[in-house]
């Protein structure tokens, strides 16, 4: 946006965003999305007259266009995702025709947490009172009472989340008993069930549908490619019902951040009198955001799922009630919990559909709502939007998932042999080898478990996977971190802010899997330095365009060797090596791919820094096709131009997938940002080829030699990769 054009909108802005206009950050882009189709338009008298009297004691006395189709569409039969903006009646939308499906068996209506269900919990009992049937909410906080109307079948309607379902079907047989009359299946905030968690509930619903011949229903309010998501989830067909609407005005603002701290710490003072709901992307942003506005003297808290259910109910109680006016948090807040009214939500960047479900915890009271998107002045993708903000809009929130995942194989498989009997040619046959030559299955007529299968039942979880490292200090537990997170955040005099307090890791453990923590203070946060190599252990797909590409099962061992030290408000860093590295290998799912050769500069490294570049540049671009980027992917280059790109979660989460079938967009993406970076650095900087997930301390970098290899990439330059070098652990040299 030009300069003219900002001085024309700092003419125009409304009086009330003051504080955010009157900055020395530039404002990147303003505008204010005015309400539209916010008044329902489609008469009820279609549907039976104690529903039309259930809905019209609810003040319902219209429904939306996108609601009358997917109710006419789930009438038919049909398999509907829905999609609509919060607040809208999604909920009305697949509740209607589930309640006529009742007659005909049972339904379940799964939510990713036990509040979202509490907070749906009256409405649809209302409905299902309406026309006399029963519905109960079952999950750990369900009375003893809710319990036995779903083992008696005396429940028409269960509120359940997928853990609950996942340990009942195994373990109950009453519960296998209500599970064979299932008629109808509903799937709220579709949206969650991206990555692990979504790798088991693929797998959940292929096991009742052992049981059951269902229909299912799938709602949304952020997915941009919810039909083909839906559809590779749970590998049925699907009909998209999308919603357009918007209620009240909202005030969009992207605000380019020399400090995202500073800057967030200044529009918290000025607006002390408002409800602020502040989301950062990763446990560290969260804990740091609300570390810097506490030790302003300003009364905050964090709301982020490694909380207790006591410490998060309690911030969403006083958040509610308007005791505590500022809440820093991690995605937990995007979905429907009621945490009351809210005037502004503050975002790191993530895809435009997610800020609108970030953004949608605002203005519930009508008001005018405030919506501040914070570009990093030091990161690529921030950089890109700075030159292009009109392509924000077109920044998708994908649904991606690895159903290939072998430790949710693994789980769901040896789930499937204990809840109903199972023969050999029931099961993924590589993966059957695999449970019987490990000790986990036995072979018979039927397939059983062993005490070691059921072991490995127990110790897992469906919401993440990889052993747990224990945070204590001076005897106290404080939580824990999941590995391989934990090998970057706890090794040995690592910083590390939890709970609002800061402490030092004295010690990690990976033995006995814990680390010793003390406290600790000043304004000082570390990051690791780190080498991680790769093992490639089976190829599964290639590609030929627009590169010669293949997605794989890899190994990945991480090598954290030391650490860098750096002030959070200045630019005051020293490196700090470890006296013995921590190590910590696992397989996840990734691509490789290998660089055409640019022509030689006489530059140091100019080779191993190129590949390098291209390497973080690419990942860093993809945030804007999969909403992920660097957070949850990691990266390896090596002076001979093999690229590796992986999901950062024990067995894979379907991140590097969904790049991989966006590669030729994200190459073309990485080109812009290095364009359009005007930095004369060799190594380029932070706006076109730095990391903050570097493990290498950013070096070596060459930004042309980047461009030129992306620029052949792009005209057609092919060059084939030498998988047997990694097949096997080789001395080579490496870059993450």
Same mark, same amino acid.
């Given at each position: ?19 955010? =206009? ?10 204010? !999305? ?27 006395? /219209? ?32 509740? @209607? ?84 009359? @299932? ?54 067909? =699907?009909? #998209?019902?999308?919603?357009? #609407? ?43 955001? +609300? ?7 300003? +009364? ?92 924000? =809009? ?41 449970? &019987? ?14 005490? /070691? ?11 993440? &996977? ?5 945070? &204590? ?126 022509? !030689?500069?006489?530059?140091?490294? !100019? !080779?191993?820094?190129?590949? #390098? ?62 364009? +359009? ?44 990769? +030498? ?8 001395? =080579?040299?490496?870059?993450?």
């Amino acid at each position: 946006m030009r300069d003219r054009n900002l001085e024309l909108l700092k003419r125009n802005y409304k009086e009330f965003l003051k504080p955010i =206009f009157d900055c020395n950050d530039p404002i990147v882009f303003y505008d204010v !999305f005015q309400p539209f189709d916010e008044v329902p338009t489609e008469p009820i008298g279609f549907l039976p007259i104690a529903l039309q009297k259930a809905l019209k004691s609810r003040g319902i006395e /219209k429904l939306y266009p996108f609601q009358k189709k997917a109710i006419e569409l789930l009438r038919n039969g049909k398999n509907v995702v829905i999609t609509a903006p919060t607040g809208f009646g999604k909920t009305e939308a697949f509740t @209607i025709p589930m309640l006529e499906r009742v007659s005909e068996g049972k339904a379940i209506v799964f939510y990713p947490t036990k509040a979202l269900a509490k907070d749906q919990e009256l409405k649809i009992k209302h409905y299902a009172e309406g026309v006399g049937l029963k519905a109960v909410r079952f999950d750990g906080d369900s009375t003893p009472e809710e319990r036995r109307a779903v083992f008696s079948g005396s429940a028409d309607i269960v509120l359940t989340n997928p853990d609950m379902v996942d340990f009942h079907l195994r373990n109950t047989p009453a519960f296998r008993s209500f599970a064979r009359q @299932i008629a109808f299946v509903a799937v709220d905030e579709l949206h969650v069930y991206t990555g692990f968690f979504g790798s088991n509930m693929h797998y959940l619903i292929k096991r009742l549908s052992r049981f059951a011949d269902f229909q299912l229903a799938c709602a949304s309010a952020t997915l941009s490619n919810a039909k083909e998501f839906a559809e590779e989830l749970f590998e049925r067909e =699907f009909i #998209h019902v999308h919603g357009e #609407h918007r209620k009240t005005p909202l005030n969009f603002i992207m605000r380019e951040c020399g400090s995202v701290y500073s800057a967030i710490l200044d529009i918290v003072r000025s607006y002390l009198h408002k409800k602020i709901l502040i989301f950062g992307n990763s446990y560290k942003t969260v804990e740091t955001i +609300n570390w810097v506005i506490r030790k302003a003297g300003i +009364n905050s808290a964090v709301h982020k799922s490694g909380l207790t259910k006591d410490a998060r109910d309690n911030v969403e109680k006083e958040f509610r009630n308007g005791k505590l006016k500022v809440v820093v948090a991690t995605p937990t807040l995007e979905l429907g919990i009621d945490i009351g009214d809210v005037d502004i939500v503050l975002s790191e960047i993530v895809p435009y559909a997610q800020f609108l479900q970030r953004i949608g915890r605002a203005g519930r009271r009508g008001q005018e709502s405030i919506g501040v998107l914070l570009l990093r002045s030091d990161d690529p993708i921030s950089s890109f939007y700075k030159s292009n903000p009109k392509d924000y =809009f077109l920044n998708e929130a994908n649904g991606y998932v690895e159903k290939r995942n072998e430790e949710v194989m693994k789980f769901q498989t040896l789930s499937m042999i204990v809840e109903k009997p199972t023969k050999a040619e029931e099961i993924d046959r590589e993966m059957l080898s695999y449970l &019987i030559s490990e000790g986990y299955v036995k072979l018979g007529n039927y397939l059983s478990v062993t005490e /070691k299968g059921y072991s490995f039942i127990r110790s897992f979880s469906m919401r993440g &996977i990889g052993d747990r490292v224990k945070m &204590i200090c001076e005897g106290k537990d404080l939580g824990e971190r999941v590995l391989p997170i934990a090998i970057k955040e706890l090794y040995p005099n690592a910083l590390i802010i939890h709970d609002g307090r800061k402490y030092r890791s004295k010690s990690l453990n990976l033995a006995e899997l814990y680390a010793e923590l003390e406290p600790a203070k000043g304004e000082e946060i570390t990051d690791p330095l780190y080498n991680s190599t790769p093992r490639i252990i089976q190829i599964e797909e290639s590609i030929k365009e627009p590169v010669n590409a293949s997605y794989m099962t890899l190994e990945v061992t991480i090598s954290v060797y030391g650490y860098i030290k750096r002030d959070l408000f200045k630019e005051k860093k020293s490196v700090h090596y470890l006296d013995e590295p921590v190590e910590y290998s696992y397989r996840t799912k990734g691509f490789v791919f290998s660089c055409p050769f640019p022509e !030689f500069e006489e530059q140091e490294d !100019f !080779f191993a820094g190129s590949f #390098h570049a291209v390497e973080h540049v690419l990942i860093e671009s993809s945030n804007a096709l999969t909403g992920g980027g660097s957070r949850e992917m990691g990266g390896i280059s090596t002076p001979e131009g093999d690229i590796f790109v992986y999901d950062a979660t024990i067995g894979g989460n379907g991140l590097s997938k969904l790049l991989f079938r966006k590669l030729k967009r994200g190459f073309e993406i990485a080109l812009q940002i290095l364009e +359009n970076c005007d930095c004369k650095r060799v190594d380029g900087c932070p706006r076109c080829t730095y990391s903050y997930q570097c493990g290498n301390n950013n070096k070596p970098l060459n930004k042309n030699g980047a461009k030129e290899v992306i620029k052949l990439i792009i005209s057609g330059e092919r060059r084939e990769t +030498n998988w047997e070098k990694y097949m096997e652990s080789a001395d =080579f040299r490496y870059f993450p």
